[in-house]
């Protein structure tokens, strides 16, 4: 069993996963290979010590090259959900359990809306994840929002497994050409009753599927883990990093305003410690 698990590849994960590097610990990282999508998209960066006035995709380059460097390389698979067990944490990512002494939650932050009914069809047609539920709507009629081009793969694989699919990009060149999967406008509200039933576009269409995938690159930390103290959009943590879950720590915009890289990275390296301190004393 790894001691740590690490979600999220930006300055908050990375900063985090250079430490227990540094500390010769045993850890999981899961996140985009690309590092940050935030920084890559910022014109100028002005304000992160060392750096000068630097592009964003000249930054993230660097943690790239910084973590190559000291043989670190995320794990391209998406955390789905957490569950806290007997002195150790269950982590579902894609398709596959780790257990893990601690946890550093470092996916940056939510700002994608929610759909209506999301939460309450969680796990009753509404899902993350494609390849833990995609053989579950086999020959069957689904909903996907795919939320960036780098998952446009995992349409694809629905597209395979379903009969029919809809589909709503959240990014605009979107050129998915497939057979079956048919583009739709955004998607308002997922309804139905034991289990979904259909989706609600905005302009007040309604579709009649079986179910509905949503592929965004973060999930909300309360449906993440269930039980985690939040505050809107944001972890409740201290200035150990540590949440109310014993084991589980979080970093970077997850915590909280200003959004900032430095403060991310910051907060990476404080709850690396703190979770050197924890391992030690458990
Ligand atoms: C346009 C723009 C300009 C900006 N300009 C500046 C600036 O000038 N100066 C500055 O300091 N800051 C700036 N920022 C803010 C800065 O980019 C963020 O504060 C910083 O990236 C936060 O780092 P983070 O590690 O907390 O999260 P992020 O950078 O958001 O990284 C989170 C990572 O976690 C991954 N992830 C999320 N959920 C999961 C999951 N469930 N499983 C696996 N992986 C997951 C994501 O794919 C992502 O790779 C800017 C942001 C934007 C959008």
Redesign the pocket.
């Known amino acids: 069993m790894p001691d740590t698990v690490i979600?999220?590849?930006?300055?908050?994960?990375?900063?985090a996963a250079i430490n227990l590097k540094l500390h010769e610990k045993d850890f999981a990282w899961?996140?985009?290979p690309?590092?940050?999508?935030?920084?890559e998209?910022?014109?100028?960066?002005?304000?992160?010590p060392g750096a000068g006035l630097i592009s964003?995709a000249e930054l993230n380059a660097r943690f790239l090259a910084h973590a190559k460097e000291m043989g670190l390389e995320?794990v391209d698979?998406?955390?789905?959900n957490v569950m806290p067990g007997d002195g150790m944490l269950m982590i579902l990512?894609d398709n596959e359990v780790y257990e893990a002494k601690t946890l550093l939650?470092?996916?940056?932050?939510?700002t994608a809306k929610s759909y209506e009914g999301e939460e309450e069809f969680l796990g009753r047609g509404v899902s993350?994840c494609a390849t833990c539920d995609g053989f579950l709507y086999k020959g069957k009629t689904i909903a996907v929002f795919c939320g960036a081009k780098r998952y446009e793969h995992e349409v694809e694989y629905l597209a395979g497994i379903a009969e029919k699919v809809y589909l709503s990009a959240g990014y605009p060149d979107c050129a998915l050409d497939l057979p079956n999967v048919e583009k739709i406008t955004p998607i308002k509200a997922v309804q139905g009753g034991m289990k979904v039933t259909q989706i609600l576009l905005h302009n007040a269409a309604e579709i009649p599927v079986d179910g509905l995938f949503i592929l965004?690159?973060?999930?909300a930390p309360a449906t993440?883990l269930p039980g985690l103290a939040t505050d809107g959009p944001h972890i409740v943590v201290n200035r150990n990093q540590e949440t109310n879950i014993p084991g589980v720590f979080a970093?970077?915009?997850?915590?909280g305003r200003?959004?900032?890289?430095?403060?991310?990275?910051g907060?990476?390296n404080v709850a690396a410690h703190a979770m050197l301190e924890y391992m030690a004393g458990n």
Not at 7 to 15: E, F, N, Q, Y
Not at 77 to 80: F, L, P
């Open positions: 979600v999220g590849s930006g300055p908050a994960g990375l900063s899961f996140g985009s690309d590092f940050s999508d935030k920084v998209k910022s014109e100028k960066i002005a304000n992160y964003g995320p698979k998406k955390v789905t990512a939650l470092a996916g940056g932050v939510v993350y965004r690159s973060a999930v993440l970093a970077g915009d997850c915590t200003p959004y900032q890289i430095a403060k991310a990275v907060e990476g």
